[in-house]
């Protein structure tokens, strides 16, 4: 009876190991792919970030250079509220660093 006792004990050892093994084997490849979606997040939110940053410095040149805006098609009040809008999404990205 001992030795049959001991057999059950070494494969419930032995399923232990494997079951952990794969659980762990798991949780490497789970936690690998969210950081790999990490950095694709990333490097998303820092292109949209630069593009506002270019919008923003394009729009206060254009309204440089076109005081007015352009009648019919974008009000210097257009733009502007355009500027302001980009100035505060950019803002609530600030904590970002690209």
């Known amino acids: 009876m001992p030795t049959?006792?001991?057999?059950?004990q070494r494969?419930?050892?032995v399923v232990w190991i494997i079951v952990f093994t794969a659980l762990t084997?798991?949780?490497i490849h789970r936690n690998t792919d969210l950081a790999n979606q990490g950095v694709i997040a990333?490097?998303?939110?820092?292109?949209?970030?630069m593009d506002l940053q270019s919008r923003i410095v394009n729009s206060e040149t254009?309204?440089?250079?076109?005081p007015q805006?352009?009648?019919g098609l974008a009000t210097r009040t257009d733009i502007l509220t355009?500027?302001?809008?980009?100035?505060?999404?950019?803002a609530s990205l600030s904590e970002l660093h690209c």
Do not use: D, E
């Open 11 to 13: 494969r419930g050892l």
């Open 69 to 71: 805006g352009i009648p």
């Open 42 to 49: 990333h490097s998303a939110l820092c292109s949209f970030k």
């Open 25 to 27: 084997f798991y949780g």
């Open 4 to 8: 049959l006792f001991k057999k059950m």
């Open 62 to 66: 254009f309204l440089r250079n076109h």
């Open 82 to 90: 355009s500027i302001k809008n980009q100035k505060l999404t950019l």
